[in-house]
């Protein structure tokens, strides 16, 4: 029985640990929706107000360089990174980096519905390729800054060339305000409001540097592009794009959300702090982990370790060495199990990675509770396995 071993006299304030949509920031409340332009036009002068506020926002607290067109799209960060490619894929080789499920999804667009041949650089859950083989010089290339579904994350943009030919786009959906994004070294970067910001889902961001632009006003794709993903009109970009005048219909709602979101975080340190919560949420995990037996981190290198979703496995011999199916059900129980105390919310790993625990440490959570959460882990963790 549960009741045989004690229950931790701490919990987090807020069980919501979930890696997407992910926990909104601390106070927030439905008036913090109530400049909303409901029943509105969002082609209408103040909801396009309002969507350039949104974009200007963006600018400001991510500080994005002044050369860079940010636009609102379709999709979340999958239409983000999907219109990019197949906008600006095709002139010249291509490298598709993944090491997890998502990334993979790029690897599917480009090899099997846009017949690019590219190379493909795939490690398994846990891992990066190796940044030193990546032809950036020659080649346009794909990737995930932070694997959400892994905790993997490359550490910085060092092994990108500067005088690089390609373009590089980067999926930044889990790493946007919580990591320190290399610009200069990046020509695509896209994001959703419903990671590292708390926001609502089916938006997501495009933000594109000058080489991208370039690339845009300088060559037609040979597939047909399907609406949601045209960005020129007669080879000349459509600058309305980045000015709040959306290809389809936003969510007014859901704008309002995201831009309440920015005002909390510039209000509250701005980008600075909301790495340094990120940071300071991943430490707590780091130092319990270093004095507990049965949990290790699923990233390899602690320099890859993501500072978002931090992805953990089981290290007990006892649960380990089972087959995978066994490794599941028991990851399942301690996570079912931490949800029906009300402690944590949603913290299975992702469906396609390995068996093990998935613990959101965006900016909006608050890192007393990851704290908080620890010796919860270790409850759980020795409750499922009395019963075993």
């Known amino acids: ?48 107000a309002r969507l350039k506020l949104a974009i200007d926002l963006t600018r400001e607290v991510l500080q994005v360089p002044s050369e860079f067109r940010i636009a609102i799209v379709a999709g979340s960060d999958t239409g983000a990174v999907e219109m990019a490619m197949w906008s600006l894929l095709g002139p ?12 993979k999804d790029w690897v599917i667009d480009a090899a099997e519905q846009l017949k690019l041949n590219p190379t493909i650089m795939v490690t ?5 390729p190796k940044l030193s083989e990546v032809d950036t010089q020659t080649n346009d290339v794909v990737f995930t800054w932070n694997g959400t579904a892994a905790g993997v994350r490359v550490p910085n943009g060092d092994w990108i060339d500067p005088n690089r030919q390609g373009l ?22 896209t994001y959703s409001w419903q ?9 997501g961001m495009l ?23 045209r960005m020129t009109e007669n080879g000349v970009l459509t600058e309305g794009l980045f000015q709040g005048e959306t290809i389809n219909t936003p969510s007014m709602l859901a704008v309002e959300d995201y831009i309440d979101a920015l005002n909390w975080v510039r209000s509250n340190g701005g980008l600075a702090t909301m790495q340094a919560r990120s940071n300071d949420s991943l430490k707590h995990i780091e130092e319990w982990a270093e004095r507990t037996t049965w949990v290790d981190f ?77 010796p919860w882990l270790d409850w759980a963790f020795e409750t499922v396995m009395a019963q075993h």
């Open 1 to 48: 029985m549960t009741s045989e071993i004690a229950k931790p006299k701490k919990r987090p304030s807020d069980p919501r640990f979930s890696s997407g949509p992910t926990r909104k920031r601390s106070g927030w409340n439905f008036g913090a929706l109530a400049n909303s332009l409901l029943g509105r036009s969002h082609r209408s002068a103040p909801a396009r």
């Open 92 to 103: 010249l080789p291509v490298t598709i980096m993944a090491w997890e499920n998502f990334g």
């Open 124 to 128: 398994p859950y846990g891992m990066l």
């Open 168 to 189: 590089t786009i980067c999926d930044a959906t889990s790493a946007a305000f919580a990591q320190a994004l290399d610009w200069s070294k990046l020509d695509v970067v």
């Open 195 to 203: 990671k590292v910001l708390g926001g609502e889902a089916a938006h």
């Open 207 to 229: 933000l594109l540097g000058p080489r991208a632009v370039e690339r845009l006003e300088s060559y037609q794709p040979a597939w047909p592009m399907p609406k949601l993903f």
């Open 298 to 374: 699923l990233a390899v290198d602690p320099l890859s370790r993501s500072n978002t979703g931090v992805c953990l496995r089981i290290a007990d011999p006892r649960v380990a060495n089972l087959p995978l199916q066994d490794q599941a059900r028991v990851t399942q129980a301690i996570a079912s199990l931490l949800d029906k105390e009300g402690v944590a919310y949603d913290i299975a790993s992702y469906k396609t990675a390995p068996p093990g625990l998935r613990i959101w440490c965006g900016g909006t959570v608050e890192p007393t509770d990851v704290k908080a959460l620890t």
